[in-house]
């Protein structure tokens, strides 16, 4: 496949008739490239494939001739950017200076900076490499295009990873231009605004999944604890007191009597800021003021630790189905069985054992099944072919549905032991006793909002009305989410 | 995050210079908003982000100019309608006769109706809000746009959420500005034709999964009476016969010989259409005449209905992996080996036992694993990156295949029970022989359909031949899909 | 919903007017169509429902209007494209020569090629239908396009299926005209170059899975090859040399001992093929020289070979999980708690074997955990929502951890079984050996990599730096994926 790449696929004719296709350059203008990188070879490739003339600008045009596709003129840096209106500038941060004596070349023309800092540079420098590229060129306009597209993508053309397009410029027209291009190349270019936000779109390919490092770090920290006290409760205990060897325990039992643990403290995390924003908007009586910023940072990370919570849950799926695979749940079967028959006992059957474990596994099941549906909908092509009601329906109806049948699937399996003094070892309390705090808070607001006097008085504020006195100010992203059906 | 998005992402320099920008008004027009709810202050961020010079028009400007982004300019209705070309009208419907004063100023001007009505509203009016806007402006030209973009995806940007923006107007080229603005913001616009698609348009905001209705209701209902019958045969039947309390088994154990019966049916009723359309298409000896109403929606809801047989499919298998959790399992276990020591009988073994678990087992888990196949294929992602012959081959062979290996599951579940007189209880045959049927029928049914005289016929047809005297009407959509690749 | 299909969505007074639109040729120019098929009527329908004035051109008219919307105004063939500047030809390539005859009025005109050969078709003609047409018709400029749209995706309108219309064509001006259209309809058009690029994107609906086919095929020798070495092992050897009866064993669990072989095996040639790649760069001394041609593909299909490797693991963990459902098992405990009480045994319990088994699963869990993790990057909606950084995170990182848990689950399976002669039966080694030799290489060349040395030397080369005399060529598509971030 890749051997296909350098071959051109536009025709020999076009590409040498620069006279004809400078008649028409709001089509297929004559562009230049400065440098002679991956990306710029990337790029070349790419512009010629989409039907532009390209020049390509070297300090050594023979040794680099063959690295680019034949259709593009490799050529000096000052015959290359004398004739095109655009020039991409494909050189590293550290050469912009190098190119300030072709200035007067370049001067009235568009700069197209595509590169990215390094994680150093970035924190180094305060300007970004499109600005700084604008300080040294005043007389050219500057535009960033492109960084955020690998050459891979580029020469591979769009049918694979990413269309979207990041562009900004001071200059409109500039901006439009360039827009026009990226759309002619097989991008979706999207107008990020005025060139001060180059240095946040240069910040993109610098992310390593900055909104799950929060959520993850409390999936850990949740983890760790609930191990620790589980291992105390479950291995340690039961060595001081008794001196029995459960050691054996802490691979798989001990983690998966702490991985569901983590999974449901994680799903009521999803819905307690929800219930804390409700009653805030309640006490202030209006929904145009600000929620404090950790609140903010909340809800909008309630995706993320819907997420985690439903991967914790499937792991806790998989680690129970394990547990009759066991070497140790083999001996323990055998032995009973043996102790059954020393002891002479026809027949073992405990009713309500039998029914606690029934229900329990049923409502696990079910609550899995529905988290399921929440976390296949929160899926890119599919969140994106759902109107707001509908997205609304599944994580916040299915949502509550899923809290509430795993509160059930906890406190069927917590049955009488939370009120049996034999289940409190080193007078800790039972982990699930722990675990259903929180949910049970959020339950019981959820009832409450939904008494009639503070359900009018909700539903009012959040079509509009305010309490007398009530501050306005300006009303972040997230918290209108829920507005958009009725009201406009 | 959401603290960044009040700042102005262009520069002061370029929204101060109005003129400049009046000139060019292709790239930037200015453009007016009526309204100052949370829709009308995205939409004003989201202009202003993407260029274009904005002014508000209020009843009280001092009050509202602080919920909107600094760069837009905002003051009195009159003065904000009088010069740009485009304006939004982002105000509810029952305040649209409260713009009639601006009507002079109006004239000529393209108005864009943004506005959902709530459920209630689109039920009591015939009349979309856009159509009713164009009868109180008739000098003016309404396009509807932007009402099935949610403020926050407005607010946002275009990265999260749906990008399409569905646009009608009885107007071709106000139709196109509104486009190229869409464009412009970053959105993919969508031409739905004439004002008449207004109403079409302002419901889609409304639905709430319209084409899972059918499929899911039928779910249910097969779930229910599956539901019944086996706790009939399964808990009632030992109980009144043999007064064995069997009632533990509701929770989980019945569920579980319900769940694959569904599942099973469901996967079944996504191949029965395509048998009946065949069918109908040999008897009539012609492929251009329209199906009956009711296989034509069947045959549009296969999708739905193959997506529930998977998940009741998952749901069997988990319910199924936590069979040997229940505490009823382990103690049947100790009692059978209990049972054994008392009889003196050393070793249990029942080959025909333990071929027909091994390869129903082995049956059940292939199904699921083709199963996920085709459910992983319908994710719009991937179903968009496939061809036809492609998509074709995972969910017409694929999916035969998964109906194949599910009848071989079933039927080495069964085994020989179907024709032993105990398995009838109260004379109700065992559940498994109740969804062999039309399975069966299906299998034989294709079966038919490759025999030469049949399938030379049916070839014929689905090419484009007709038996003479067959009545031609216009073909509805869907069944052409087979005909794509060698036809045009 | 087909009901409303043929209903035309744009009002007739637009449709009527055709000389107004006329005036507007760029917006909403007159278009042709030659042909009355099923492709030729769905694309009627788009054309006119996205503002187009459609005129069809028959042989027959009185008897195929019908077939076509009301708007669409059906002619003979003279007169149908006696005024478009853009005619659709929609018939059978063997139809082609029975259009000469309008030759002279086509002349000038754009002719646009929508047809697919049949597979047969493909493979006689060396000519693509596109290039076919334009010898036929040299006086015209011949456009390849939407023949990658089935006829549904046309009618139903680009919400449901793929957008992308590939194009080709030797002019410029045309290709970017059928651009515009297309983009009217609603889909993304993608300059595939000349016209050349014809028989390519002819090739495209032909295809099934082509990227899949060698990952598929060395999935299917892998698991053939463990089967059979399993087989002789688990069943083949007990009952020649014992006389034991194993041979229930076939369905269910040698399938479950060859899976994971199998799943293993394939995942250490995901990154095997890597490691090849730096050890030949190491040696070259160099990057910009071409990797032969099977590790370029083989490079191509990790993706593949990773998510085949995905789905054995799911299908080891399915059957695993079934191995207590079994009637054999229950039967082996029963055998066993029955010869420990004859026995006279009181309490059975190995230690090693227990603290063998916990490892064991909880290593197989948490590398499937991770595993899916690399699964659901890979989904296309994914994907194009991370950056190379963390696509590289996930891929490359968490997948050598996954590789690790691997090993060390095979590792903890294994136990001292290597190491003890009666597991060599028929002096054959014990499967899990053979399966960690590959993964064993991988995991001492990535260390060797890390070392001080080496991990420089590889540094700098992946920077661009080259020994001196390194010959250079272009470089292919895939090698440059981890060069983004820091170079230009």
Known sequence: MSGDMDKPLISRRLVDSDGSLAEVPSKAPKVGILGSGDFARSLATRLVNSGFSVVVGSRNPKRTAGLFPSAAHVTFQEEAVSSPQVVFVAVFREHYSSLCSLGDQLAGKILVDVSNPTEKEHLQNHQSNAEYLASLFPACTVVKAFNVISAWALQAGPRDGNRQVLICSDQ???????????????????????????????????????????????????????????FIRDVLQPYMR???????????????????????????????????????????????????????????????????????????????????????????????????????????????????????????????????????????????????????????????????????????????????????????????????????VIILAKGLFLLPCLSRRLTKIRRGWEKDGAVKFMLPADHMQGEKTSHV
């Not at 999207?190 to 999944?209: H, K, N, Q, Y």
């Open 242 to 440: 008794k001196h029995e060897n459960k050691f054996y325990k802490v691979p798989l039992s001990v983690v998966n009597t702490t991985l569901p643990c983590v999974a449901y403290v994680l799903l009521s995390l999803v819905y307690l800021p929800g219930v804390l924003a409700a009653a805030l908007q309640l006490r202030r009586g209006t929904k145009y003021q600000r929620f404090p910023d950790w609140l903010d940072h909340w809800l909008q990370h309630r995706k993320q630790i819907g997420l985690l919570s439903f991967f914790f849950g499937v792991l806790h799926a998989l680690y129970s189905f394990c547990l009759p695979l066991r070497r140790s749940h083999r001996y323990d079967l055998v032995n009973l069985a043996v102790k059954q028959v020393l002891a002479n006992k026809s027949r073992l059957w405990v009713e309500e054992e039998v029914w606690r474990m029934e229900i329990y596994l049923s409502m696990g099941v079910l609550a899995l099944g529905v988290l399921s549906l929440l976390a296949v909908t929160s899926l890119p092509s599919i969140a994106n072919s759902l109107n707001w009601k509908e997205f609304s329906f599944v994580q916040s109806t299915l949502g509550f549905v899923a809290l509430m049948l795993s509160t059930l699937h906890t406190l069927t399996y917590g049955w009488t032991r939370a009120f049996e003094e034999n289940h409190y070892k080193f007078y800790l309390p039972p982990t699930f006793t722990l675990t259903l705090l929180l949910p049970c």
């Open 172 to 230: 409109l027209e500039a901006k439009h231009t360039i827009s026009e291009m990226a759309r002619t190349m097989g991008f979706t270019p999207l107008d990020m605004g005025s060139l001060a936000s180059a240095r946040e779109i240069e910040a993109i390919p610098l992310r390593l999944f900055p909104s799950w490092k929060v959520p993850i770090l409390l999936a850990l920290g949740l983890f760790v604890c609930f191990y620790a006290y589980n």
